[in-house]
């Protein structure tokens, strides 16, 4: 597995302090397996102790979360910020509100983002938070206030120049909007201190669309590279129906691509004829209901209970947009098999490590999430350059920064991974090329 003691040493002491994190453990493998040929040729690194103090993060707040639910009961919930890794500027990094958050789906998270935000270009350290509370099923005033009551927490953490959340797995526009009202009435400053804010109060244009415009601006520029090909004519299949899916679908079809399927975390809905984005839209943007609901407006098309049997239909391109995990090797031979060209990850590691290593071997466009899905946090970037401005750029401005940044984000991970000697494992490419960066700020400031 290791081919360095100091690295395989730094990794056991991870899994012996962190024993059932398993998502932690899994990310931190991943990372530390794939830069050793770096780590190898800068041995400042082990004698400044870099890579122990690149594993923990600076600080991990945990809270309790205190609500009144619509029958006027009392709930508890848990909630959570990392912050991780401050080198390269404030932690940045999004907010998950899923029943199955815990400590270690935190730490993987802050940790994945702190290598993403540097490979952005722009200065953003890594952060991460949330909450066990489940949006599903509740009132809008069960969630306000159970924003203002995590908010009411978090406030004394964050702040524009220090810390700055935003969305993640069940954290939207309407999210947003009460934990930000909730952060100004309690400080009584209006800052960039959240990102993916309504157009009306500081938010950017673009950010909603960022990451799955995002995902295929990078899997374009991966394509065209790698195998001289595109979106144009491609079958699709994209996992989730949330902000990210949505967004890429949007995109894939733009670029000339059909999208045949589409999931939540219930089942996937299949149609030969192409997804018709705006009936999805409708359902989970409007509605928040539930994918198999496409059936009622497309009777053509077909559900089937079960999210996982998704990557069993052929496709050319497979974009990953859910959540952990979701893609395992009996998946990723599936694909294969049906002659997939390029896995690019719009979800945080939805690809097992023995997936994403099975796609590199059989020189599979493979886009690390990392990579692949920064688009989201760089407009989120975007935003606090505006928000520091005072001012907003336009739609189309936003959108070519996007795409500079998606382009540069795919040329820096290749060129990557072809000097180590195989331009398809994007996964040490992109691991070494964003710790690079935060490896050389740590140094250059001293212990801390
Ligand atoms: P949303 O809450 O908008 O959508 C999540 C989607 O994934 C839903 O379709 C949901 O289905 C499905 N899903 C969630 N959990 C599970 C599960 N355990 N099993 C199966 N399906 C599940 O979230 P986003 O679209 O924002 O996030 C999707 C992924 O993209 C996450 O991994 C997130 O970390 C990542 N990401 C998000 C960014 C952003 O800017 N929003 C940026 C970069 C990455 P259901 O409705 O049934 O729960
Ligand atoms: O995983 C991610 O990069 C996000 N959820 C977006 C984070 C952000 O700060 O925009």
Request: charged content about 25%; overall charge neutral; hydrophobic content about 40%.
């Amino acid at each position: 597995m290791f081919k360095t003691e100091y690295v395989k040493k730094v990794y056991e002491e991870l899994e012996q302090k962190n024993p059932n994190e398993k998502e932690f453990l899994q990310a931190a493998l991943e990372i530390l397996e794939s830069i050793e040929p770096y780590v190898l040729k800068h041995p400042e690194l082990e004698k400044n102790k870099i890579l122990e103090r690149f594993v923990e993060p600076e600080r991990f707040v945990q809270f309790r979360v205190s609500w009144i639910d619509d029958k006027g009961e009392v709930q508890v919930n848990r909630g959570y910020r990392v912050q991780y890794n401050s080198s390269i500027g404030p932690y940045k990094g999004g907010l998950r509100f899923h029943p199955s958050v815990n400590a270690s789906i935190i730490k993987f998270l802050g940790l994945e983002q702190v290598l993403k935000n540097s490979l952005t270009s722009l200065p953003m350290g890594g952060g991460k938070g949330g909450s066990d509370f489940d949006p599903k099923g509740k009132s809008d005033r069960e969630v306000m206030a159970f924003c203002q009551a995590f908010m009411t927490e978090l406030y004394r953490h964050i702040g524009a120049d220090t810390d700055v959340p935003a969305g993640d797995i069940g954290v939207g526009g309407r999210e947003v909007g009460y934990l930000y009202g909730q952060y100004k009435r309690i400080k009584n400053e209006s800052v960039g201190v959240l990102t993916g804010k309504g157009l009306s109060f500081g938010g950017s244009l673009a950010r909603t669309e960022a990451t799955g415009y995002g995902l295929c601006y990078f899997t374009e520029e991966a394509l065209k590279t790698m195998k001289k090909d595109s979106f144009q004519g491609k079958t699709v299949v994209v996992s989730g129906s949330g902000n990210v899916a949505i967004y890429a679908c949007q995109k894939a079809t733009e670029l000339g691509a059909k999208v045949v399927a589409m999931s939540d975390s219930n089942g996937y809905i299949y149609d030969a004829d192409g997804i018709k984005l705006d009936i999805i839209k409708e359902i989970k943007e409007i509605k928040r209901g539930r994918i198999k609901e496409y059936l009622l407006q497309v009777p053509k098309a077909t559900y089937h209970e079960g999210a996982k049997g998704i990557w069993q239909i052929p496709c050319d391109i497979a974009l990953p947009c859910a959540t952990q995990n979701e893609l395992d090797l009996e998946d990723a031979k599936a694909l294969v098999k049906n002659g997939v060209l390029a896995v690019c990850e719009g979800a945080n590691m939805p690809s097992t490590l023995e997936a994403a290593k099975y796609f590199i071997e059989h020189k599979v466009v493979f886009g690390p999430a990392k990579a692949a899905n920064a688009g989201g946090v760089a407009t989120s970037g975007l935003e606090m350059s505006q928000n520091s401005m005072r001012l907003n750029w336009s739609f189309a401005e936003v959108d070519q920064k996007l795409k500079e940044i998606m382009v540069q984000i795919f040329q820096n991970t290749y060129h990557t991974a072809s000097a180590l000697g195989n331009p398809f494992d994007t996964l040490a490419g992109a691991n070494i090329a964003g710790f690079e960066k935060v490896a050389t700020a740590m140094l250059a400031q001293g212990v801390y």
